[in-house]
């Protein structure tokens, strides 16, 4: 505080028949972190249940290998169409995916191509969010732009809470862009009217591996 403004002040609190202020003691939020909400849940259990409360869903699945099945149910609930875009992630590309699916795993078809499965690198059980840092395996251009989203994530990649995030991106390589997905794409901007999709994928599905 400047010494004008704390004269300023000074003068308003003796007016007011109080004394002087004292500056307080400046507090080390690094060391008192703010409270934290608890839950008695295991973390996936949280996360699933988070994630349907924001219209997401979630599929858990014992193993990686079931994920093409998995997708191949999704979309043909979702109707006839069944063109995929696959992120060019190794996990994704060493599965035996079905011959009933038409596959492509170029960014510049999403546009075009209704559905995309990648993999997220975390999930937070505070609030059923996956995070998407961009990458060579992870092209951003493949999160927005296709109306059904589908993420795999590992039980074991899912974390508590936000700050937990950050530690884990901050200890590899920074990525250019970290995209924090909670349930679809919605927004009441225009006449306060609830639009779906306006920005983002109009449906959320995750495979939780594990």
């Known amino acids: 505080m400047t010494d004008a403004r704390q004269a300023i002040l000074n003068a308003v609190r003796q007016a007011l028949g109080r004394s002087a202020s004292v500056e307080p003691a400046p507090r080390d939020y690094a060391a008192q972190p703010p409270p934290r909400p608890s839950w008695r849940e295991h973390g996936p259990e949280r996360f699933t249940r988070k994630l349907e409360r924001v219209a997401g869903s979630c599929?858990?699945?014992?193993?990686?290998?079931?994920v093409p099945a998995a997708v191949l149910r999704y979309l043909e609930g979702l109707g006839?169409?069944?063109?995929?875009?696959?992120?060019?992630?190794?996990?994704?590309?060493?599965l035996?995916?079905?011959?009933?699916?038409?596959?492509?795993?170029?960014?510049?078809?999403?546009?075009?191509?209704?559905?995309?499965?990648?993999?997220a690198a975390l999930g937070i059980a505070e609030t059923g969010t996956v995070v998407l840092p961009s990458g060579p395996h992870r092209p951003p251009s493949m999160q927005l732009p296709p109306d059904h989203l589908i993420v795999v994530l590992r039980t074991e990649d899912v974390v508590d809470y936000v700050e937990d995030v950050w530690q884990r991106i901050a200890a590899g390589t920074l990525p250019r862009t970290v995209t924090f997905m909670?349930?679809?794409?919605?927004?009441?901007?225009?006449?306060?009217?609830?639009?779906?999709?306006a920005h983002g994928p109009r449906r959320l599905h995750v495979l939780l591996v594990g």
């Open 96 to 119: 035996e995916w079905p011959a009933a699916l038409q596959r492509s795993t170029h960014p510049q078809d999403a546009r075009r191509y209704p559905a995309a499965v990648i993999t």
């Open 80 to 94: 006839d169409d069944r063109r995929l875009l696959v992120a060019p992630d190794p996990l994704l590309q060493g």
């Open 182 to 197: 909670t349930g679809p794409s919605r927004t009441a901007d225009i006449e306060q009217t609830l639009h779906v999709g």
């Open 59 to 66: 599929e858990r699945l014992v193993e990686l290998a079931a």
